[in-house]
């Protein structure tokens, strides 16, 4: 199987972790797994798992986007579109349903997403990462879009290691790892361990890194020179975002986090501590895991309030290196292996694809139309494409069947002469169809020599050309005009690679796209009705 994924970010969080976890599994699963996103810090990873990357700039540039996914998929046989969060949704959308691929889009948490209930029934799977973000979702989706709505957890790629007191505390030095986003949403929970570690360090000789970059990174670096200023001694290290996490984590002897960080902890057998922004979840064990995988590792169904007394509580218990302590880190990791482990998340999401592969049906164009309009990441171009279809166009034609061209006569590479020359060799074509041939806006400084070479081919089928019905169309048009002209006719010959969101255009029209009149003419049956 083929699978794209389109992603709007590649910095080094949750979601591009996610991503890269699923794609190598798929990888190693001998799948061909592909990445569409602008570039960033996370992409040398992908580069690192032979997964190949498509470059998008911009997601929201929705023109070039959509040229570019469009031309990926065709020249990578894709097979599925799996898109994350919201622009990339749209591009998912728009080009499944122009290629017929089925799309499987994956909400990651609980913010609100619009376009689960705007294109629902353009996804043929909804993947939701925890019971939270579903129940969250779940009232925007349709009963017969039921089957197609499924929760997979997040998954880490789970490393076997053997349990031990870690050499740090043989001088009773905890060594502790907190790993975030350090962003303003994130910012009272690193603030709370910033203030709480300064109070116990009378009573724990802790020392802490911080792994992770944002808008809040400033902040925690000045409010960390401040600790370290009064304490006399550097006791906290903000150390940015880091490629190399998992070396991080095996020389701590506790993780602190939520999401992601809480797994990737467990699985390398570290005791971790759930710490939120309002609560306080503490040290991990069986049964606590399995209730924040329903907030996706969070502190969100907990009522215990963010106390000093707690952690101090929970920082005691491993540094005595409690026995209790280590068959709970035990039972953690063959917890994760059995629910969480990216091996598991793969089986779940190849049942995902197959599904999507049997629920995925061809798009009813003029559906999707009024869809688009609803959604407000759309921008103005399709919004006009809605509104300009509906417009009419003063072109007259003969002939009921109207086929249309926009050469690049510019380009020695275009076909439009000899895609002329088929049209004029067909009796059955001339009898019941017209031809307009535009020439496009940037070439109408050219229009005299052009039909010029028009006539030349006219002139040496002069006996057919007497009884073609052909119009050469020069207005300068605006791209509503030009939408106008393509909804005037039933057919679109493509005559040059340039021409890919004409294409687009043209089938989210419901207009035949094809690149060669003398294939059209075999396809034809014997008897065409006038």
């Not at 998008?56 to 994350?84: A, G, L, M, R």
């Not at 043989?170 to 303003?184: V, W």
């Not at 059955?428 to 109408?444: D, Q």
Request: glycine share 4%.
């Amino acid at each position: 199987m083929n699978i794209l994924h389109l992603y709007e970010n590649m910095e080094l969080g949750g979601a591009e972790t996610h991503i890269l976890t699923l794609a190598k599994e798929f990888s190693q699963n001998n799948h061909k797994v592909f990445i569409g996103s602008p570039n960033g810090p996370a992409i040398e990873l992908f580069h690192r798992n032979n997964i190949i990357h498509l470059n998008i700039d911009n997601f929201y540039d929705i023109k070039s986007t959509i040229e570019k996914v469009y031309s990926f998929c065709i020249e990578n046989e894709i097979d599925i579109i799996h898109c994350h969060y919201f622009c990339s949704q749209l591009v998912g959308v728009i080009i499944g349903s122009v290629l017929n691929i089925p799309v499987v889009t994956t909400v990651h948490g609980v913010y609100n997403n619009e376009n689960i209930g705007i294109f629902q029934d353009y996804f043929s799977g909804i993947i939701f990462v925890s019971e939270e973000a579903c129940e969250k979702h779940i009232s925007q989706i349709r009963t017969n879009n039921y089957e197609k709505a499924k929760i997979i957890h997040n998954s880490v790629e789970v490393k076997s290691n053997n349990i031990k007191k870690p050499d740090s505390l043989t001088d009773e030095k905890l060594n502790i790892l907190y790993i975030s986003r350090l962003d303003n949403d994130k910012f009272p929970s690193i603030n709370f361990i910033i203030d709480a570690l300064f109070k116990l360090a009378p009573k724990i000789n802790w020392r802490l890194k911080i792994l992770g970059s944002g808008n809040r990174f400033n902040d925690i670096v000045g409010k960390s020179a401040k600790v370290n200023n009064e304490l006399a001694e550097e006791r906290i290290q903000v150390l940015g975002a880091k490629k190399n996490v998992s070396q991080y984590i095996i020389s701590s002897d506790v993780v602190i986090g939520v999401g992601r960080v809480i797994l990737e902890g467990i699985q390398w057998k570290k005791p971790v501590i759930c710490i939120g922004n309002g609560n306080y979840v503490g040290l991990i064990d069986k049964s606590k895991l399995n209730k924040i995988s329903q907030v996706n590792f969070t502190d969100r169904n907990s009522v215990e309030n963010l106390d000093v007394s707690s952690l101090q509580k929970d920082l005691h218990k491993i540094v005595r290196s409690d026995p209790e302590l280590l068959k709970t880190i035990e039972q953690n990791y063959k917890e994760v292996l059995n629910k969480y482990s990216s091996n598991v998340s793969y089986s779940k999401h190849l049942e995902v694809y197959n599904n999507a592969k049997r629920l995925n049906k061809p798009t009813q164009f003029h559906n999707l139309m009024n869809d688009l309009q609803k959604s407000s990441l759309i921008g103005g171009y399709f919004k006009d494409l809605v509104y300009a279809s509906n417009l009419d166009y003063p072109i007259y034609h003969e002939k009921q069947e109207k086929i249309l061209m926009i050469p690049n006569f510019s380009d020695p590479l275009d076909t439009w002469k000899e895609n002329l020359e088929q049209f004029l060799n067909s009796q059955r074509l001339l009898e019941n169809f017209s031809l307009t041939i535009k020439i496009p806006n940037h070439l109408l400084y050219k229009s005299d020599s052009i039909i010029k070479d028009i006539e030349d081919v006219l002139f040496k089928y002069q006996a057919n050309s007497r009884i073609a019905d052909i119009v050469v169309d020069i207005y300068n048009l605006t791209s509503e005009g030009e939408v106008a002209l393509i909804n005037k006719h039933n057919v679109f010959i493509h005559t040059n690679r340039q021409q890919i969101f004409l294409m687009i255009q043209c089938k989210l029209l419901e207009i035949s796209v094809i690149n060669n009149i003398e294939l059209m003419n075999r396809q034809l049956p014997e008897q065409v009705e006038n």
